[in-house]
């Protein structure tokens, strides 16, 4: 069955330096991931997917992430923090059947931001 | 409207009373999937509708929860019986068969 493991429920970073978020997935095909970010009291938002095109894969707000394989991980990256990137961020795999493409999301990690 | 809306975005409520959480997804999205968000946890998939039918039930925790989504386009979960460990976040997404677009949740708090 998919799965993912966030290592890590808080993260705390200056601002300017890098941030690295982990996320290792479970996989028995090959996946399809997601990383979002969710703001208090808002709703999930896509921050990039990797769909078995190009390994290093960019989204929205400078954040990037690469799938690899060996290591069954997708970490998240940005290398200059800013403040506002302060929030919760979900890694998710997808489960394609019965049509759908139900998200199985790991515990989340919180990134807190220091001036 | 621009996305997705929930209502309402709290609801507290008593142990053994009945609810209703309301999704209002994207206008033309065919596809509009429930999950549970409890506290310190990832969201967890409950189900999935394609048009007016449930096409994948499998997340639902047991028989006191039930959803509907009558003409293909607002959905309703409704929760029997409340217990206090139904106490989460209730969100909600719609899409056209691609990137999942989520609405800001309910907040259900059940005493």
């Known amino acids: 069955a998919q799965s993912v493991t966030q290592l890590g429920s808080h993260v705390s970073v200056s601002e300017g330096a890098l941030v690295l978020l982990r996320c290792n997935y479970s996989?028995?095909?090959?996946?399809?991931l997601f990383w979002y970010v969710q703001y208090p009291n808002q709703g999930l938002q896509l921050l990039l997917k990797y769909t078995s095109a190009a390994t290093l894969v960019k989204g929205i707000n400078g954040f990037e992430a690469e799938f690899k394989k060996s290591e069954t991980s997708f970490h998240l990256t940005k290398p200059s923090a800013h403040m506002s990137d302060a929030a919760e961020y979900f890694c998710a795999v997808s489960i394609t059947g019965q049509g759908a493409q139900k998200l199985v999301f790991g515990q989340g990690t919180r990134l807190t931001i220091n001036p | 409207g621009a996305g997705v809306s929930q209502t309402p975005s709290n609801k507290v409520t008593e142990k053994g009373k009945y609810v209703e959480l309301r999704c209002d997804p994207i206008s033309g999205h065919t596809a509009l999937y429930w999950y549970r968000q409890s506290l310190g946890q990832g969201p967890e998939f409950l189900i999935y509708f394609q048009g007016t039918g449930a096409a994948d039930d499998s997340g639902l925790p047991n028989d006191r929860f039930f959803a509907v989504r009558p003409e293909g386009s607002v959905s309703t979960l409704k929760i029997q019986r409340t217990e206090r460990g139904d106490s989460a976040v209730y969100l909600c997404?719609?899409?056209?068969?691609?990137?999942?677009?989520f609405g800001p949740g309910t907040r259900l708090t059940v005493l």
């Open positions: 997404a719609s899409s056209r068969g691609g990137e999942q677009f």
């Open positions: 996989s028995s095909v090959p996946p399809y």
